[in-house]
Protein backbone atom coordinates (compact mmCIF):
# COMPACT_ATOMS: atom_id res chain seq x y z
CA UNK A 1 0.00 0.00 0.00
CA UNK A 2 1.23 3.24 -1.17
CA UNK A 3 1.98 6.16 1.78
CA UNK A 4 -0.62 8.41 -0.11
CA UNK A 5 -3.60 5.27 0.47
CA UNK A 6 -2.29 4.96 3.89
CA UNK A 7 -2.90 8.26 5.11
CA UNK A 8 -6.42 8.21 2.99
CA UNK A 9 -7.51 5.05 5.22
CA UNK A 10 -6.24 6.95 8.05
CA UNK A 11 -8.32 10.01 7.89
CA UNK A 12 -11.31 7.38 6.74
CA UNK A 13 -10.63 5.94 9.99
CA UNK A 14 -10.56 9.11 11.78
CA UNK A 15 -14.21 10.41 10.60
CA UNK A 16 -15.72 6.81 10.94
CA UNK A 17 -14.63 7.39 14.83
CA UNK A 18 -16.51 10.50 15.18
CA UNK A 19 -19.93 8.41 13.77
CA UNK A 20 -18.71 4.62 15.24
CA UNK A 21 -20.89 5.41 18.90
CA UNK A 22 -23.60 5.80 16.90
CA UNK A 23 -23.12 2.41 15.21
CA UNK A 24 -21.46 0.31 18.75
CA UNK A 25 -24.79 1.33 20.52
CA UNK A 26 -27.35 -0.34 18.14
CA UNK A 27 -24.61 -3.18 18.26
CA UNK A 28 -22.46 -2.71 14.99
CA UNK A 29 -19.80 -1.29 13.48
CA UNK A 30 -17.91 -0.91 9.66
CA UNK A 31 -14.12 -1.28 8.93
CA UNK A 32 -12.89 -0.05 5.55
CA UNK A 33 -11.78 -2.80 3.39
CA UNK A 34 -10.34 -0.83 0.38
CA UNK A 35 -10.45 2.52 -1.12
CA UNK A 36 -10.38 3.11 -5.01
CA UNK A 37 -6.61 3.83 -6.59
CA UNK A 38 -7.69 7.70 -7.44
CA UNK A 39 -9.32 7.76 -3.68
CA UNK A 40 -12.95 8.65 -4.69
CA UNK A 41 -14.62 5.37 -3.60
CA UNK A 42 -14.62 3.50 -0.13
CA UNK A 43 -15.74 0.13 0.49
CA UNK A 44 -16.67 -0.83 3.93
CA UNK A 45 -17.62 -3.94 5.16
CA UNK A 46 -20.26 -3.63 8.50
CA UNK A 47 -20.02 -5.94 11.27
CA UNK A 48 -21.96 -7.38 14.34
CA UNK A 49 -25.58 -6.01 14.19
CA UNK A 50 -25.51 -3.96 11.11
CA UNK A 51 -24.22 -7.10 9.20
CA UNK A 52 -28.21 -7.90 9.05
CA UNK A 53 -29.77 -4.92 9.71
CA UNK A 54 -32.42 -4.06 6.96
CA UNK A 55 -31.42 -0.40 7.59
CA UNK A 56 -27.80 -0.89 7.02
CA UNK A 57 -28.06 0.54 3.45
CA UNK A 58 -29.65 3.72 4.60
CA UNK A 59 -26.99 4.15 7.43
CA UNK A 60 -24.33 3.57 4.54
CA UNK A 61 -25.60 6.58 2.41
CA UNK A 62 -27.52 8.89 4.45
CA UNK A 63 -25.04 8.64 7.54
CA UNK A 64 -21.59 7.13 6.71
CA UNK A 65 -21.36 8.44 3.23
CA UNK A 66 -22.80 11.73 3.97
CA UNK A 67 -20.24 12.54 6.73
CA UNK A 68 -16.88 10.77 5.10
CA UNK A 69 -18.32 13.41 1.99
CA UNK A 70 -18.64 16.31 4.42
CA UNK A 71 -14.76 15.23 6.08
CA UNK A 72 -13.16 14.26 3.16
CA UNK A 73 -14.23 16.13 -0.11
CA UNK A 74 -12.66 13.84 -2.76
CA UNK A 75 -14.36 10.64 -1.54
CA UNK A 76 -17.66 10.62 -4.40
CA UNK A 77 -18.81 7.19 -2.84
CA UNK A 78 -18.89 4.49 -0.26
CA UNK A 79 -20.09 1.01 -0.78
CA UNK A 80 -20.79 -1.38 1.54
CA UNK A 81 -18.93 -5.01 0.96
CA UNK A 82 -19.24 -8.78 2.00
CA UNK A 83 -15.91 -10.49 2.27
CA UNK A 84 -15.37 -13.97 1.85
CA UNK A 85 -12.02 -15.35 2.12
CA UNK A 86 -9.81 -13.11 -0.24
CA UNK A 87 -12.40 -11.87 -2.26
CA UNK A 88 -15.06 -9.26 -1.94
CA UNK A 89 -18.60 -8.14 -3.44
CA UNK A 90 -20.38 -5.14 -3.46
CA UNK A 91 -23.55 -5.45 -1.80
CA UNK A 92 -25.82 -4.91 -5.17
CA UNK A 93 -22.80 -5.96 -7.52
CA UNK A 94 -22.68 -9.18 -9.49
CA UNK A 95 -18.70 -9.53 -10.24
CA UNK A 96 -16.50 -10.02 -7.21
CA UNK A 97 -13.30 -7.49 -6.70
Given at each position: MNAQKAELIRKIESALDAIRPALLSDG?????VDVSPDGTEVELKFLGACESCPSS????????E????EVIPTIESV???A???????????TDSV
Open positions: GDCEVMMTLKMGIRHLRHAVVTGSEYTIFGD
